[in-house]
């Protein structure tokens, strides 16, 4: 007994202290490093965020090697404090040197400090430090500086002998060696000062502001020269330069840029010509960007050797935050962005993947980094050695500047002064924003491609503000330290314990440059290990007004051997490095290598699909309707439906033709395919006029039973049209024979009761000819009712008749298939739609039954967008493939957290108040702001009287009981796109690879493509006109996915399919011309895309 | 949240000098009461029509009541359409009339308002001054009792107006086309009430009763009339006189003005244009010494053409959707150039303070007279001093210009608009004139 309550009491003494050991960071106090430097920022009625938009944007810290002990020195910018530089003593313990230094590393007086470098600019084998400066004073005190390092502790400013006492208003540099010509240049990114007052940014575009632009500095003989106009650098005065990082994002062997601004400028790729000018290719090469952007980072996360890009923004995680400070959608602001070339942008952090083929996949949401708060410093690093890059976001702002209630209700102070006759005070204003302190966010990477928060596991889960931050061994044990910039608190010290712990084996590898960029920046390190590949550049310049080491520390995990080592040095020659201990520090010396040896080109691999010229002449034009000006709630738009594609050998001549639908600006024509391969338009064909309705859906088939296929065209489509008028009926042309096509204007009974989405023909009554499935998508107007579907049964003539069935009103239905799943001859039928779970409805000779729940173990409640069927594993049975929402939304559903849509007409004034709930951190919440929800529902205005009050709302804090009562609702519990594999008479979910979850997905083609007699799938996709609160879902560029013949699908990566597709698909059809396989892929307002398979 | 509505006023808007001739007890004095639904209204950010009906639901539940006690004030129900007035029992003999009817108008915007419960504030001062005067417990609750049942029968009236189907309608979508609005700078909010058309009006017919003459024809030619229409706010803008600057900021009257610096946008408020025109009412009635049933009559006739003004009014500007002078001038005169005030967020044409003012003025010359002189100080809570008007029409005609100075209006949406609000007006006074006597100066 004694025994064993001592035993107890010893394991309670050590529990804790055994916890806090688990955690990965250590915070060190202030009085073991001995670094106390603290940003303190004073509020002033004449010095405030105010007067300077950019009073909350903190400091930098730079870490670099000053005396060459092999200890990482720092450097930390106060803005209004003067600067500090620690030098390194070992054991985590630093001396503060600045005046000792040099009496003038403190900063100027009065002056604002911004961010700050150190790089060896004059190539000496010393470390140099460039301070940059900025604020509202006056431009003497604002002269960036730069210290060069004398040796022995001791440093002189120099900046104006090098032609870099810049005057800008300038966030950082960063110094590379753009023209590799051998020296260090420097890219200087700077920031306006203006107040934005609109967004026409048409009129500032061409206009050069000599002290907002960016600068690019070219290096000559330690003196640098402007060169910024002549290298393409974009200079005009909106620009808000935030974040650049330095890499070579093509991997061609220069140097590229990624600038990050601030508000509606976008952000630059400038991509590095290789004649001393840059292009900025963001929009071609990324597919939308952070609106917002702080600080950036480039780095391969996923290890496939390909950089990728992390910028960062200010949306919340919590729904709390999301509810006090998003933005309220503005359609007609975003119209106006787009129109003046500002590109899509969205405030979110934005993880751009590096699809190895000039395209990058935005998966910032299926990784889970897309919102952690007011973001400023994100670095990509593996903080726990297992091989695998972490993340860290740095966070913090002093005030809630855009909370909406300040927004909204602090005019009535000024009001309330005046009546009270006192004086309205600017620091009352400002002390009017909410303060609201956030831990720093860190992620462990779970090496799929998707991230998990560590906050509190790693032990960073001390509240702050926090702004520049770098990451470096600072006491050379193997793991990454942390150390933070923070406003009005001291600078955080985070020990790394990784090695301490024992987590992962390492190596540290230290590049060391010839005369001119000394510490090789630019260079490019592969580190292979049993099979796997570990990539990093050379590049300091990351993150946000800081500057990390040079030193490049690669976890190993449990590897205890590196197969090798391959450097590429930034003169491009290659230097491979075998046989190396793990769990040391390597020092490469450039000089070793005797012979620069040009890099081999990658063996280029032939890919799978090549795009080909267009085999005939279209574009599809978009007209710009906005569904949600009509219904406000709804997530989604359903105006665009093309272009729609059928495809048939309309006229006997052995070659495939092509139907496609037409928009305002052009009717729908028939295409025939020629001798030559081309397509022809055929003349005298009319039908689905786009200005009288949208075509949604098209189908070649026999109606009549001559032989030759004729045409089903279903009406759909939503701003415009109203239901049950002539603009929702369909029509059926019979072919005369030759491929000339006629109305039948008597064929279709009246089926314009809803927007359809798909006909499927099948000869449902075994008479012989073929039967109509017409799924019913949506009521315009009355989302998210379920609308009308149709089963057309024909009299063998090409005359159809309405029957009435028992999946009449079964959901929004988006796709259908017939397949005789139980094998008697008839075919049955399977479908699937928006927010209902896929339906089986097997084909009796007494009707159709619902069997849905003897064929699936579990529901399957989701957005499926299409359905496709193929034997996929080669068992005789057809499987299943639907299109989802994909995990890149910024919905998370699942069966445990499903997202659910209330509806009913709750305020009794005729319109259908949709209310979509998903959970945010473990609860459901309504999707809708408060805004959103006054506009809809008028009486709400009163029932919650500050955004405050309502941003905790669920839906019962919403309605009343009686109200919550007479709502119906629908579910969506899957939102993965999946395979379903017919076993045994059920349908089994199989997960596909995570690629094909990256965004919605609405056509699949099922087909051996690879060549290997298996079936293949090519998944393709894309939603762009969503609501601005989810953003264009674009991520997917045409995910081929080879499969093994077992129901198992394997990614195959862009540059190996070929596959570039970009935008919405509407449209995808498998097509032969002439003798050669071709994919034609129909896209909103793009032309048609063919590729042709090899 | 609010202090003393009735205390601040005093200060603020204290009698200007010799414009008060005899003088009814303070809590029978309808302005500040008036004021303090501007100040609920002002928290809600409520848009000008919008403004409007909440005014007029308010007053006309005070003429209710106090047109069931006097005889020379003819029912509602001979004016408006479809309404059925509410028995006041003779159980409620104890109340009193004036007391219930401007408590009525407390309530009913309480009963109305989005943060009408910031009303309740002022209702208990309301009920605390009454005491002090020496008010018997008996009578109070009897009147408020009487205010309570009007305001509920008048808010069931307003129910029906198509108020709460607006939030079913289509929105706004921007009309493609260079001549058509879009949401202007610099928060790009928008369109205010695109359907506004569809309220139920108050006297007359419908909508489009005074449908005006069409706008100059869009042309981007330099040589064409509306170049010159827009050359001409643009020159104004230019070398616009203090004098102008001033009549222009006095009639801003616009309920939000964005204010953005970086990330924050912070919005400034002032009082709807109904709202200053309910002001210069009482500020008029004050002037004039009218009695408190002549008050309230004058209070619910105004708020009437202000509510039937707005509903024409926005019907032209969503015929109409004409382009705002600043996204014009921005696009083919002066890509740099900004209005002296805020563009408001609804097409053009015609202009809404033009109607409004034109209207309420011709309401108030024939109960007040043609050459009725007042100061209105209603602008001094925004730093803007008092202006001295010799007549109604005057004041309305400088309202009318004021949007030129602003440079947020053409010259012939005022002027049409004027003519628009004139004949709206003289409609107005003459349905009005078989039923009320003007009252006089």
Known sequence: MRFNITTATLLLLFAIPAIAQQKLFQLLPPGQTNIHFSNDISESESLNVLSYEYFYNGGGVAVGDINNDGLPDLFFTGNMKANKLYLNLGNMQFKDITKDACSELPGRAGGWKTGVTMADVNGDGLMDIYVCYSGKVGEELRRNQLFINKGNLKFTEEAKAYGLDDKSYSTQAAFFDYDNDGDLDMFLLNHSTKKIDNMEFAKFRNDIDELAGDKLYENNGNHFTDVSVRAGIRQNPMTFGLGIAIADVNKDGWQDIYVSNDYNEPDYLYINNHDGTFTDQSQQRLRHLSQFSMGVDIADFNNDGLPDIMSLDMLPEDNRRQKLLQLQENYESFALMQSQDLYKQYMRNMLQLNNGDGTFSEIGRLAGVSATDWSWCPLFADFDNDGFKDLFISNGYLRDYTNKDFLRYWGDYKVKKAVDREPALLMDLVKAMPSTTLPNYIFKNNHDLTFSNKQIDWGLSTPGISSGAVYADLDNDGDLDLVINNINEVASVYKNQSREQDAGNYVAVKLSGRAGNTNAIGAKVYLYTNGNMQYQEVNPNRGYLSCISTVLNFGLGTQKNIDSLKIIWPDGSTQLTANLTVNQKIIIQQKDVPQPVKTAPENAVKPLFTKSSALLDYKSEVSNQNDFKRQLLMLFMYSKTGPVIARADVNKDGLEDMFISGDNTQAAKIYIQQRDGHFVAQEGFSGGNENECTVAAAVFFDANGDGFPDLYIAKGGYSLWEANTHSLQDELYLNDGKGNFSLSEEALPDVSASSKSCVRPCDIDGDGDLDLFVGGRIIPGKYPLAPKSYLLINDGKGKFTVADMPFSNIGMVTDAQWIDINKDGRKDLVLCGELMPIKIFINTTSGFADKTGEYFSEPTNGFWFTLNIADVDGDGNEDLIAGNLGLNSPFKISEKEPAEMYYADFDGNGSIDPFFNCYVQGKSYPFVSRDELNEQIYPMRRKFSSYKNYADAGMKEIFTPDELAKASVLTASEERTVCFLNRGGKFVKSLLPLQAQFSVVTKILAKDFTHDGKIDLLLLGNHADNRLKIGSIDANYGCLLEGDGKGNFEYIPQPVSGFSVKGDVKSAEAITVGKEQYIVIGIAGSELIFYKQN | ?441
């Open chain 2, 1 to 441: 949240m609010m202090k003393n509505i009735f205390l601040g006023l005093a200060l603020l808007y204290g009698p200007v000098n010799g414009q008060i001739k005899k003088t009814l007890p303070a809590y029978l004095d309808l302005q500040p009461v008036v004021f303090s639904m501007s100040m609920v209204m002002m928290h809600d950010v409520v848009n000008p029509p919008a403004a409007s009906r909440f005014y007029s639901y308010a007053v006309l539940s005070a003429y209710e009541i106090v047109s069931q006690n006097n005889s020379t004030l003819h029912s509602l129900s001979t004016l408006l359409k479809d309404y059925t007035p509410v028995k006041i029992t003779k159980n409620n003999k104890t109340y009193n009339y004036r007391i219930a009817a401007v408590y009525a108008v407390l309530e009913t915007g309480k009963r109305m308002l989005p943060s009408g419960f910031m009303l309740q504030e002022q209702e208990d001062a309301y009920l605390k001054t009454l005491s002090k005067n020496n008010i018997a417990a008996s009578t109070i609750t009897a009147s408020v009792a009487v205010a309570n049942l009007v305001a509920g029968s008048m808010v069931a009236y307003a129910k029906a107006d198509g108020y709460s189907k607006l939030s079913a309608r289509l929105r706004y979508t921007p009309v493609k086309g260079d001549a058509y609005w879009y949401p202007t700078p610099p928060a790009y909010i928008e369109a205010v009430e695109p359907n506004w058309k569809t309220i139920r009006p108050m006297l007359i017919d419908s909508c489009n009763q005074f449908i005006c003459a069409p706008p100059v024809t869009f042309s981007k030619d330099s040589s064409s009339n509306f170049f010159k229409l827009a050359k001409e706010v643009y020159d104004i803008s230019n070398r616009s006189t203090p004098a102008q600057i001033q009549v222009a900021s006095f009639w801003d009257c616009n309920p939000f003005i964005v204010n953005t610096s970086g990330h924050m946008a912070i919005g400034f408020k002032k009082i709807s244009p109904g709202g200053h025109w309910m002001n210069i009412t009482g500020i008029a009635a004050k002037k004039a010494g009218l009695s408190f049933d002549n008050a309230v009559l004058l209070h619910a006739m105004v708020s009437l053409a202000l509510v039937d003004a707005f509903i024409v009014c926005w019907d032209e500007k969503y015929r109409s959707n004409r382009i705002r002078p600043e996204s014009y001038i921005n696009k083919y005169i002066d890509l740099h150039w900004q209005p002296l005030l805020q563009t408001p967020p609804f097409p053009e044409y015609t202009s809404g303070h033009s109607v409004i003012s034109t209207a309420a003025a011709e309401v108030l010359s024939y109960f007040l007279g043609d050459h009725f002189s007042y100061t209105d100080n209603s602008e001094e809570l925004f730093e803007i001093p008092a202006r001295t008007f010799p007549s109604f029409r005057e004041a309305a005609a400088e309202a009318a210009i004021s949007r030129l100075y602003g440079g947020i209006h053409f010259r012939d949406a005022i002027e049409n608009g004027q003519r628009q609000g004139k004949a709206l007006g003289k409609w107005m006074v003459e349905k009005m004139r078989v039923h009320l006597k003007p009252i006089g100066g």
